[in-house]
């Protein structure tokens, strides 16, 4: 008896005639499918999970043997969020104590800057744990958009005890039930002045309000405000100072009204990751995760982060799960060059289809080295480059630099970046994640040949 099923003509019970050879080769291919369809089906747990609950426990269901290693993994490399837990905190040394000296010795206000993912956070992170343990209270704030000078400053002074007001002594009733400076502040708008005087009078404390995301507080008379309460808390020689931080390429791009408080204010760039530093990311990791980077797999982390502790973050993320993966707690540099693979496929997805077509179509034409050229530039610095850069920091000649501006010029990659009217040209990416883009597809070209393991490496080990 003949039963076609779904276009499959089988046979039930023995056939008449012996069944045409292309008839027996369909069931071989359909029966170990529809094997695995009953498997499947039968199997509860069929569909991905979760590996860790909300409360941070192993779920103890479908983990593999290295289920404890990547719940580590995911604290030892943290590329979406800032550091805050100091074992994991690399590097910086000398940032954070010119910082320090500054708020303690100078009594300046501070600002950092720089570009997005250097690091300001993390930094502002250790620093509070810092200023905590030597006492000072530390009212930390991320400005939005929408940030009011009144707001702000009310929702620090609530942080700030009565006691220290040198108005109230320490066992005055309002002391005593837990009052703040907010319960002094008038009903109407507050004014830096009024915010300054108040502070003004404030003993045997000492108080930081960071202010960090400064850059996205677009409205000027915040800004404008904020200006204007460091002047004033530095003329009355108040016991408050403020740590502002920022994405920007140079001090004015932050703080307009800079003309009237730089005396008042320490400004510092955050810089780039030394190789050492990010090698002590990835030595940080390791030892957090009990997973081991292959020497030359931890110099190709350095050579493909260029000083950026978010990309340093990123791809060994990526590649200790490459390894784990692959049933190893060892990540070889095939992991990194795997990572490097995921990473570009993240990028992707934040960049505009037109600027990947330009980019994808100039390395099918091997013109990868002068975008990589112009990419390394901008990596090196705060994003903008001149044709000298390229010359110096890809040591090539000057004809080649310019050839490379020109080039990304025209296929609209690159542009003129604002500057003084005088000076040579500079330029900038049209979009910020391009530089990496263009510098992760390179090394994904570049990193299965040899590169060779960069000095700290060798001197790490
Ligand atoms: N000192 C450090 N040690 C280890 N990882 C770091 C360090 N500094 C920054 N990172 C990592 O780099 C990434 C970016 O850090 P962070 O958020 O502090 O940068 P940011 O400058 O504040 O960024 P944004 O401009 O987006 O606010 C995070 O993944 C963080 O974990
Ligand atoms: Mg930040």
Redesign the pocket.
């Known amino acids: 008896m003949e039963i076609e099923l779904a276009g499959w003509k089988l046979f039930k019970g023995k056939p008449k005639t012996k069944a045409p050879r292309a008839e027996a080769a369909p069931s071989a291919v359909v029966k170990p499918l529809i094997r695995e369809a009953h498997r499947r089906g039968a199997e509860v747990g069929g569909l991905p999970r979760f590996n860790t609950t909300a409360s941070d426990q192993m779920s103890g269901r479908g983990g593999d043997r290295f289920s404890a290693v990547r719940a580590k993994l995911r604290h030892a490399?943290?590329?979406?969020?800032?550091?805050a837990d100091r074992r994991?905190?690399?590097?910086?040394d000398a940032v954070l104590k010119t910082i320090i000296r500054s708020i303690e010795d100078q009594r300046l206000h501070v600002v950092l800057y720089?570009?997005?993912?250097?690091?300001?956070?993390?930094?502002l992170?250790?620093l509070t744990q810092a200023a905590t343990e030597a006492r000072y209270i530390v009212v930390y704030t991320s400005c939005g958009a929408n940030s009011r000078f009144d707001e702000t400053f009310r929702a620090a002074a609530e942080q700030i005890p009565l006691l220290f007001h040198s108005g109230f002594s320490p066992t005055a009733a309002e002391s005593e039930k837990g009052s703040t400076l907010a319960d002094l502040l008038p009903g109407d708008a507050l004014t830096p002045r009024k915010f300054g005087d108040m502070c003004a009078r404030l003993t045997g404390t000492r108080v930081l309000i960071i202010l960090?995301?400064f850059d996205r507080a677009t409205d000027s008379e915040f800004r404008r405000d904020v200006a204007e309460v460091i002047k004033n808390l530095s003329d009355r020689l108040g016991r408050v100072q403020l740590v502002l931080?920022?994405?920007a390429a140079d001090l004015s791009e932050l703080v307009e009204h800079i003309p009237s408080i730089r005396r008042n204010i320490f400004a510092l760039r955050?810089p780039k990751?030394t190789e050492a530093?990010v090698l002590?990311?990835v030595a940080?990791g390791e030892r957090e995760a009990d997973l081991k980077f292959d020497t030359q797999a931890s110099a190709f982390v350095v050579e493909v982060a260029r000083g950026?502790?978010?990309i340093?973050?990123?791809i060994c993320h990526h590649a200790g799960h490459a390894a784990l993966d692959a049933g190893r707690a060892t990540v070889l540099p095939a992991d990194v060059a795997d990572a490097v693979d995921r990473t570009i496929l993240e990028f992707q997805g934040r960049i505009a289809t037109p600027s990947q077509q330009h980019v994808k179509r100039l390395f099918e034409q091997g013109r990868q080295d002068m975008l990589a050229m112009a990419a390394r530039s901008a990596l090196a610095g705060d994003g903008v480059f001149d044709a000298r850069d390229i010359e110096q920091i890809n040591e090539t000649s000057a004809r080649k630099a310019s050839e490379a501006i020109a080039l990304l010029t025209t296929e609209q990659l690159i542009r003129p970046a604002p500057g003084l009217i005088d000076a040579a040209p500079r330029y900038g990416f049209v979009e910020e994640g391009l530089p990496t883009l263009i510098w992760m597809m390179w090394a994904q070209r570049t990193l299965n040949r040899d590169i060779p393991a960069p000095r700290a490496a060798a001197t790490a080990s």
Do not use: C, W
């Not at 490399?77 to 550091?83: A, L, R």
């Not at 994991?88 to 910086?92: D, H, I, K, M, Q």
């Open positions: 490399f943290t590329p979406s969020q800032p550091v994991l905190f690399a590097g910086r720089g570009e997005r993912g250097i690091g300001k956070t993390s930094l992170h250790v960090d995301e931080a920022g994405v955050v990751m530093e002590q990311i940080n950026s502790p978010y340093a973050n990123l």
